[in-house]
């Protein structure tokens, strides 16, 4: 599966 | 980044420094739950192990680094501040927040974006921090009376949350791709357990009267 996309949000 | 995330961070960072003034000024902490500050601090460290490894952005890892220092102060203050501790109500704040620690991250290993370590922990504290108010709202309903500077810190706290739901919203029509079911899910739910608090806190504000939860 996709990388999950970063966590940008605190 | 977009408005809603930005009033988001700050109500919530505002949220933390009323906190941490309230313990410094008064040098009490009566009113204060000291299990959901320790669960706020269990959220940020685990939340943010990726502190040192992920570089998003100067505002990001500047952010987190003041929600887990303020967070670990705050733990610490109550616990170990000869003067604070005192006034700690030790004997209302019997919430059992061991259950939700073990309950969070079970949902977590079950329920996560991918089954790796730093997916599981970081699942873990957005579900942890949905529940993470439970102590401070059965202490308040215990206490009765609610000091202004409590029930500010609670409302922001209510307040960052409704603002981050305005995020997800706006990341789900402005994105292609809207994965952050987990957060925005949780986060509905933390909201939801500030809904009566928001209430009552608006009651009082329209009756001018003292903040007084239903026993």
């Known amino acids: 599966s996709e990388q999950p996309q970063s966590h940008d949000e605190l | ?47 943010y192990l990726d502190l040192f490894t992920d570089y998003i952005s100067f505002y990001n890892t500047v952010m987190k680094i003041v929600f887990i220092l303020s967070s670990l102060a705050i733990v610490w203050c109550m616990r170990m501040h000869r003067v604070v501790k005192r006034s700690y109500d030790k004997e209302l704040d019997t919430f059992r927040h061991n259950i939700l620690i073990v309950v969070c991250f079970g949902v977590a290993v079950i329920i996560n974006e991918k089954f790796t370590l730093r997916e599981v922990f970081w ?14 709202l059965v202490l308040l309903q215990r206490s009765g009376n609610v000091d202004n500077l409590t ?33 925005a899910i949780s986060g509905l739910i933390q909201t939801a357990l500030y809904a009566d608090f928001f209430y009552y806190y608006f009651l009082s504000w329209k009756n001018n009267a003292k903040l007084h939860l239903p026993a």
């Open chain 2, 1 to 47: 980044m977009n408005i809603f995330r930005l009033a988001g961070d700050m109500t919530h960072l505002i949220s933390v420094l009323v906190l941490l003034l309230k313990i410094y000024a008064t040098k009490s902490c009566s009113g204060i739950s000291l299990k959901t500050q320790e669960l706020y601090a269990m959220v940020f460290v685990a939340r």
């Open chain 2, 123 to 136: 699942a873990f504290s957005i579900y942890l921090e949905a529940v993470a108010i439970l102590p401070q």
């Open chain 2, 151 to 183: 029930g500010q810190y609670v409302f922001l706290l209510g307040g960052y949350r409704a603002f981050y739901i305005l995020n997800w919203i706006y990341r789900y029509f402005v994105e292609q791709r809207f994965s952050r079911w987990i957060s």
